[in-house]
């Protein structure tokens, strides 16, 4: 009987030990499932958290409407002589949509020892010269490739036989290639031409006005990443043999010295086929300035 009860006994503790440990891996279980899943969860707003953040973080880069240039040079002599020129310029460039204008003002002023009538020197400015271009273009497909375009040009100069020039044109151009290193655009159009022609000591001061076919072309290349290449040509060609043609072509390198400071190098040659008799066809320029961006 005893063995009977402690029988029973022993089985019902069995069963009830079994009961408890299935109860604590059960427990066990739901417990690491609970983890599990609040462990995945978490995951999963890490990431969204992640992507937020990176989404926050990233700047949203928009293109300038309006950027531009301003550059400044100088050369000064002293001695036996004073004289000084100075050279200085602005670029403006507008672009909306298929829009895009351009504005180039160009000055240069030269100073030297003048003498008067009582003989005293003075620093006075002996020559100067300035210029003023404006084109706008209109894109005429998505691409920008092709587009018809509106040229203003006027100079004054002193350096010349000229008064002051003018001209206004419209025609057809095209973007015919363009790389991550290199750029080449052309146009072509009719226009019309205005020449004011100095007095002389046999002529007096005439207006002489043309037709005229403008052709323009400019390279660009990146010969590095700090310095850029540009070749600029322009053609004003009269109609008329007798009339004046203005040929200019204009070279430039340009390094950059910090974000927004460049240092810039330029050989300018203008040619006017008809001058003056003491006057040369050819005048060239040659400038170094410092350029600053905006």
Request: charged share 20%; hydrophobic share 35%; net charge negative.
């Amino acid at each position: 009987m005893i063995r009977y009860l402690a029988f029973i006994s022993f089985f019902l503790l069995s069963i009830n030990a079994y009961a408890q440990g299935s109860n604590s891996q059960g427990e066990n279980n739901k417990a690491q499932a609970s983890e599990k899943h609040l462990g995945t969860a978490a995951t999963a707003a890490d990431i969204l958290t992640s992507l937020k953040q990176a989404e926050e973080a990233e700047p949203v880069m928009l293109t300038p409407v309006l950027t531009g240039s301003a550059e400044l040079g100088f050369l000064y002599k002293t001695g036996n002589s004073n004289s000084g020129d100075m050279k200085s310029g602005v670029d403006l460039h507008f672009e909306n949509g298929r829009w895009l204008s351009l504005l180039n003002v160009d000055l240069l002023i030269k100073k030297a020892d003048v003498k008067d009538s009582n003989g005293d020197t003075h620093f006075e400015t002996t020559d100067q010269k300035w210029t003023f271009t404006s084109q706008t273009n209109y894109s005429l497909d998505s691409g920008e490739k092709n587009y018809i375009f509106g040229n203003v040009w006027y100079e004054d100069s002193e350096f010349n036989s000229f008064v002051s020039q003018s001209s206004v044109s419209t025609g057809w151009g095209r973007h015919w290639y363009k790389s991550k290193q290199a750029s080449l655009w052309a146009d072509i159009g009719p226009g019309y031409k205005r020449d004011l022609f100095r007095k002389t000591e046999t002529d007096p001061e005439k207006t002489e006005d043309s037709w005229i076919v403008q052709m323009q072309a400019l390279y660009i290349r990146k010969l590095g990443e700090h310095v850029e290449f540009k070749q600029f040509l322009s053609a004003k060609h009269a109609l008329s043999a007798a009339d004046n043609s203005v040929y200019k072509a204009e070279t430039s390198v340009t390094t950059k010295l910090i974000s927004t400071l460049q240092l810039k190098f330029t050989f300018t040659v203008d040619y006017n086929t008809k001058v003056e008799e003491n006057k040369e066809n050819m005048d060239t320029q040659t400038a170094v300035t410092l350029v600053y961006s905006f």
